[in-house]
């Protein structure tokens, strides 16, 4: 990211530019700092945008070739084709664009042994943004509270991100929330954070875990039923109560291996500053008992998509049975 801020700043440009990895924020402000950076703030002459997996390569070609309209340079932006994961002609025709053209790719994913992916890196810049670790998370949150004029505590901000996970737009909008609620007051507290700070679904999984761990089954069933209201499917629920079973066993097997959590965090692919509470969380269990719930659950979603099963029942039998047992 440093080496895009410096083209930036230079006015000095690539022909080719990819921005990858799982953070969508990120990769929305670059490609538009970028676009605004190369093209001004208006100029639609210059500028064409292709999105999706069957985008037209010889029309972008064609394109590539036009000189710009009274301009130095002509952008096109070419999002989530998938075109650095499979062969494709484009790669071969990027070598022969006239330096006038601008190519700014945004992916998910790519493959780093195709042809795309080595064109691009050999001639132009790769950008992989993925999600921000623990501390430029915090740091992000502060930034975006100290531009409207307000403070957070670091205790605050752990419960902020607790509620709404790393993801950064997710962020910068409930971030939004709280500085339109506090109004005139200069400090974000922990009630404001209660009062308009939406928890994601991973957040209330999370709790529930926790319920059924410390055998509070009442209020385990409640979150559940509040999922319930708020339209999620059972079947949806039993997936991500699944997967966090699922990666409480593999903490609790690295942490007792003697993995740090920065290490388990990369491994299991948790969120750095949630990762203590996953260590913590997965005490209230054993490796037993986690195995045991992980197969009740296949079980419960094998009959539920057999009909043997009512889905909704299906899993409210597992929350009670999990709730209730002893960690052997």
């Known amino acids: 990211m440093k080496v895009i801020k410096d083209h930036i700043k230079s006015g000095s440009f690539k022909p080719f530019y990819l921005l990858y990895g799982s953070e969508s924020y990120l990769k929305k402000l670059y490609r538009d700092k970028l676009k605004t950076a190369i093209l001004g703030d208006s100029d639609d002459m210059n500028f064409n945008y292709f999105e999706g997996k069957d985008v037209d390569q010889k029309k972008i070609n064609e394109i590539a070739q036009t000189l710009p309209f009274f301009r130095d340079k002509r952008l096109i932006i070419i999002e989530n084709s998938g075109l ?7 790669s071969d025709q990027l070598i022969h664009m006239p330096d006038s053209t601008i190519l700014l790719f ?4 790519v493959d780093k042994r195709s042809k795309m992916f080595k064109t691009v890196r050999d001639l132009g810049t790769i950008a992989e943004m993925n999600g921000l670790d623990e501390k430029n998370l915090k740091l992000f949150v502060v930034s975006l509270l100290e531009q409207e004029g307000k403070r957070i505590a670091e205790s605050t901000i752990n419960y902020f991100l607790e509620k709404t996970g790393p993801d950064m737009a997710n962020i910068k909008n409930e971030v939004d929330k709280l500085v339109g609620y506090i109004w005139d007051r200069a400090i974000v507290t922990p009630e404001d954070v ?6 994601q679904i991973t957040g209330k999984i999370f709790n529930m875990i926790d319920a059924i761990g410390s055998k509070q089954q009442n209020k385990a069933l409640e979150l559940y039923y509040d999922l319930l209201s708020l339209r999620e499917k059972p079947m949806s629920i039993l997936f991500l109560i699944t997967k966090h079973f699922n990666t409480l066993l593999q903490v609790k097997d690295l942490f007792r291996r003697g993995s740090n959590p920065s290490s388990i965090s990369e491994m299991v692919g948790i969120p750095p500053f949630a990762v203590n509470k996953y260590i913590g969380q997965a005490k209230n269990f054993s490796s037993g008992h986690l195995k045991d719930a992980l197969e009740f659950a296949a079980d419960m979603e094998e009959q539920i998509k057999t009909g043997r099963m009512i889905d909704k029942i299906g899993v409210e039998l597992l929350i009670i049975t999990f709730s209730t047992r002893k960690i052997s």
């Open 84 to 90: 650095f994961k499979s062969q494709s002609e484009l």
């Open 106 to 109: 945004i992916e998910e994913e």
């Open 194 to 199: 209660d009062a308009v700070v939406t928890t």
